[in-house]
């Protein structure tokens, strides 16, 4: 990368706070980002799932959806994504996709009910092209504006419900997916209870002047340690949480993923509001029939990780590969290797053993239920 | 103690050579998760790739850094690989090598101009 690719990376408001605290930065999605603090990856790790991290995750999008009438904006997003966005109660959040004319998934986000408007955090790398579609399809009745001046915080772990607290007694009556508007450490935030790490804890968007100093106050309590990108992966992995760009992308459906479950009822074949999102004629038809491949939990059994992109074989020798991994690594908290990727239909039963080709070795993993360490939220 | 560009370094004691990275490569590859040796009375030749390492980031091999035979590996890194990250430039070596040709240790750095390669 040129000197002048690099300056034109952006920055989140807490770059300051992450170069005090020692933090390796790395171009990612545009954005100089913390890969890991001094603590290192591995204990990362292991200090979210035993007491709380932060993550600075200000570089993803925000957006605010606004009509006249709330329900038009509903009715319009329902267009786009394949879940049911009328029946989501004020002050709650569902996980959702946009879909493509092939059925694919094109990015995945989450929506929140604000009562007079819709909250969208969509993924950095997909942002720009998010709002554009956002754009084309809803506006002029809806008004599409991304948020620019507020950061994004995540605190995540076992702890972090009490710790959050400390600066405001409500969030400990929040549930899972519960979003709040709430003043703390002297500014409006907006607060889910949510994340991406499998634990309990919650998203913070937060105005930008103030980003820094609420991450300061929340640093200053002895069971938060920052948390970089590296962490972040091998938590969310652990989690059985996709990662856009490598678990699904624009050729994966929502069938073969696995995440069938975001798409209630009433967006279903034989639901009141069946349909009506890109490609979803594709998509039913895989409900009924099936499809060729389906995402699964991988366990290697030696002790080598099976990274992205590694072969699945259903022998150990001969034949052609019967899938592929899409995210793999070690998993600090299983304490060995762990992966998910997308195997042939047939095969992807859990206990099933398949061949990963590691440095033209075939070794020996198995389909594995994920996640792979139980999730810790608050329901 | 001589230091590579592959960021191995390399003792001798007669013609056995102790091999094993450096401090700075242990940092950058971060913590150790796997380790794969080779086996005991392998010949190798210089170049060849002998180790397999993976850290929670990547996978990277280590070379060969002179031709001989492969006498002693470390088994403990093996059974804990988190231990490359404890002590590089110490207990945490990964192969001993018979050198056929201990001149081919000539070539590499001393600890002094190691360290102004890495900055």
Partial sequence: MSEDDETALKRTPLYDLHASLGAKMVPFAGYEMP??????????????????????????????????????????????????????????????????????????????NRGDHLFLVVNAACKEADIARLRAALEPEVTVKE?????????????AAAVLAEHHPEVAEMAFMDIRTLPIAGAECWVSRSGYTGEDGFEISVPEAAAADLARALLAHEAVAPIGLGARDSLRLEAGLCLYGHDIDTQTTPVAAGLT?????????????????????????ELAESCAQKRVGLRPEGRAPMREGVALFAEETGGEAVGRVTSGSFGPTVGGPVAMGYVSTALAGEGTVLFGEVRGKRLPVRVAKMPFVPHGYKR | ?????????LDADGDVVTVGISAHAAEQLGDVVFVELPEVGTAVNKDDEVVVIESVKAASDILAPIDGEIVEVNEALAEDPGKVNEDPEGNSWFFRIKAEDLSQMDEYMDEAAYKDFIG
Avoid: C
């Fill in chain 1, 261 to 285: 479950w975001a798409m209630q009822k009433v967006r279903r074949p034989g639901g009141a509001r069946a349909g009506g999102f890109p490609g979803w004629e594709a998509i039913f038809d």
């Fill in chain 1, 35 to 112: 890969v890991q603090y001094p603590m290192g990856v591995l204990k990362e790790h292991q200090h979210t799932r035993a007491a709380a991290g932060l993550f600075d995750v200000s570089h993803m999008g925000q957006v605010v959806l606004r009509a006249r009438d709330p329900e038009a904006a509903k009715r319009a997003l329902e267009t786009l994504v394949p879940v049911d966005v009328l029946g989501l109660k004020e002050g709650r959040q569902r996980y959702a996709y946009f879909t493509n004319d092939h059925g694919g998934i094109d990015d995945d986000l989450m929506i929140a």
């Fill in chain 2, 1 to 9: 103690m001589k230091f590579t560009e592959e960021h191995e370094w």
């Fill in chain 1, 147 to 159: 948020i620019t001046n507020r950061g994004l915080l995540a605190l995540q772990g076992p702890q």
